[in-house]
């Protein structure tokens, strides 16, 4: 059979409230046309993220129930180790709220201000957490990256030779090396183990500690399995724990790769560097055993993180994304390939081609497809990475100016996918009356989150 269904029954389920257009209009000028500040009640499919937003399984909820809320040492916290250690490996095991406090605790603790961290493509809060300690987030991604279109399977790959370059020129300065899989910022490409293997062969020769931002590293695997030889058909349970072997520590957002609604780790191998990062885990997070989550939290992400393995749950998610991406390619709307793990780029320049740059093309079309079809994108390009006063026009935009349509994990079917589909077919064929934008207020930080905007 051809068709891969969703491999789960729907238990519980939630209503779309449906909006018009002209309500649609109405409440993006009211939300400074960005998305980000709309009300999710007045979104139809919100594909603005696929962080936090999955639905968790009958076992998951079950899990809550078990959830022990002892301050110090409760149950939940050693099922929640003992989870992350059968498959990352790391000797120490630091639960924090999310992704990004994992990230702010590791960053405070080993960086300084002339530090450099290579990796393929640091994730925007981690950039943002590398450059506030006052180091520099030096992003290495292979040449392939900066295509949009491309047939290259493992488009996440670090340039192994730039990394060399850096290694070598930076001596004492490079207190990690960050590999980010899948690569949420390019694109959700995967990156392959045999690419991973060369990062560690430099790092060990330069004596440097390789960490993974392992936020999707369940859809990494999948892609090794799928595209890599001497992975066919391996569990990826088993590709996961080779993944993992080859590094020194991870931070995981796990709201990810774990069917997580709230969660991340910090994993290292290191004991002096775990020990200082607990005691600023007790400042700002909590105690170690529970690092800003609740007992159930941590039962739920214990689940979680052997449910993301199950190779049918993997299959579907992989293909439900693709067949997003097939059918938009079909239709001829520009796409960045090969398609994401989590999601699917639209090319936001060749997509609104009588928009400059200054207009925020990819900004404007996330705009349209909500106003058009109470669809919720994010934009990931001139607004999220661009340098607008840049001196030099090349400093200003990025490589890239996409939009993600990411999705939630077991949270919508085909049909939800197929009228993404259509709106975007039909968004596509009056490109052309997409109005451009521009800023009413830049925040200095991350401005994508609280920007607002008016049309040009
Ligand atoms: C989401 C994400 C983060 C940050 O995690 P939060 O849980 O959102 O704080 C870091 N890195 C990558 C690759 C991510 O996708």
Request: glycine share 8%.
């Given at each position: ?8 029954r ?77 498959i ?13 406090a ?24 981690t ?55 899948t ?62 072997s ?7 957002s ?35 055993t ?114 993600r ?43 994508h989150f ?7």
């Amino acid at each position: 059979m051809k068709t891969v269904f969703e491999p789960f029954r729907i238990k519980s389920v939630e209503p779309i409230r449906l909006t018009t257009a002209a309500e649609r209009r109405q409440l993006i000028r009211e939300a400074g046309f960005n998305p980000f500040r709309l009300h999710a009640e007045d979104v139809q499919i919100d594909l603005l993220t696929d962080s936090g937003t999955g639905a968790m399984s009958s076992e998951q909820w079950a899990a809550v129930m078990r959830g022990d809320e002892s301050y110090a040492g409760a149950r939940s916290f050693f099922r929640f180790e003992e989870a992350v250690r059968s498959i990352f490996g790391h000797k120490h095991v630091i639960p924090t709220h999310q992704g990004r406090a994992a990230e702010k605790l590791l960053c405070s603790t080993c960086l300084q201000a002339d530090s450099i961290v290579p990796g393929n493509t640091h994730f925007d809060t981690t950039r943002a957490n590398i450059e506030h300690t006052g180091a520099r987030a030096l992003d290495l991604p292979i040449p392939e990256a900066r295509k949009v279109r491309s047939e290259h399977p493992f488009k996440g790959n670090i340039d192994l030779e730039a990394l060399e370059e850096c290694l070598k020129h930076h001596p004492g300065r490079v207190p990690f090396v960050l590999v980010t899989v899948t690569n949420n910022s390019g694109g959700g490409q995967p990156v392959s183990m045999a690419n991973l293997k060369g990062a560690r062969a430099l790092c060990d020769k330069y004596h440097v500690p390789l960490l993974l931002d392992a936020a999707r590293f369940a859809e990494n695997a999948w892609f090794i399995r799928e595209r890599e030889a001497g992975y066919e058909g391996h569990p990826p349970e088993e590709i996961a724990r080779e993944l993992f072997s080859l590094s020194d520590g991870a931070m995981m957002s796990m709201k990810k790769d774990a069917f997580g609604n709230m969660g991340g780790v910090l994993t290292l191998n290191d004991g002096e560097l775990a020990s200082q990062v607990r005691n600023l885990l007790i400042l700002t997070e909590g105690f170690p055993t529970y690092g800003g989550l609740s007992g159930r939290d941590l039962d739920a992400l214990a689940v979680g993180l052997r449910e993301i393995l199950d190779p049918d749950y993997l299959q579907y998610r992989i293909r439900s994304t693709a067949y997003v991406g097939w059918h938009l390619e079909a239709a001829g709307v520009p796409l960045l390939t090969p398609f994401g793990g989590h999601a699917v780029y639209l090319d936001g320049r060749a997509f609104c081609d009588h928009l400059s740059n200054e207009q925020f093309p990819g900004w404007s079309l996330s705009v349209a497809l909500y106003c058009h079809a109470g669809v919720r994108a994010c934009e990931i390009g001139n607004v999220m990475f661009g340098h607008p006063e840049a001196e030099k026009e090349e400093d200003r935009w990025p490589v890239m100016d996409l939009v993600r349509l990411a999705i939630p994990r077991r949270v919508y079917t085909q049909s939800h996918m197929d009228y993404v589909i259509e709106a975007i077919t039909e968004l596509y064929e009056m490109r052309h009356e997409i109005r451009g934008l521009k800023f009413v207020d830049r925040p200095a930080v991350l401005p994508h989150f609280t920007a607002t905007f008016a049309e040009v």
